[in-house]
Nanobody, 117 residues
Framework: QVQLVESGGGLVQAGGSLRLSCVAS????????IDWYRQAPGKERELVAT???????NYADSAKGRFTISRDNAKNTVYLQMNSLKIEDTAVYYC???????????WGQGTQVTVSS
């Protein structure tokens, strides 16, 4: 069983920055992709950013130009650097890893990000 542990969330003022971390219990190069999702109160969970097996990156339109996803294979960690945070970025942020083969996916427990005015 793979475990993903997120950290780095917190309370920040609008315009500020946070860096989220997702630490996996096994080598992250063994996943098809690792993604960051978020879910705001009363809203559906949405994809924020993804980094694929080959290092390719994709972002939601809301994250482009402000968020950066990266990984450190030696630390089995994926990061989400969030700059110029907006109040609407307030949500619980989740890390998800997709198995290299098949539909299996793993989720972390989430980390709360709250952006205040």
């Amino acid at each position: 069983q793979v475990q993903l542990v997120e950290s780095g969330g917190g309370l920040v003022q609008a315009g500020g920055s946070l860096r989220l971390s997702c630490v996996a219990s096994r080598r992250i190069v063994g996943f098809k992709s690792i993604d960051w999702y978020r879910q705001a109160p009363g809203k559906e969970r949405e994809l924020v950013a993804t980094i694929g097996y080959g290092g390719n990156k994709n972002y939601a339109d809301s994250a482009k130009g402000r968020f950066t996803i990266s990984r450190d294979n030696a630390k089995n960690t994926v990061y989400l650097q969030m700059n110029s945070l907006k109040i609407e970025d307030t949500a619980v942020y989740y890390c998800r890893a997709g198995a290299l083969l098949g539909p299996t996916e793993y989720w972390g427990q989430g980390t709360q990000v709250t952006v205040s005015s």
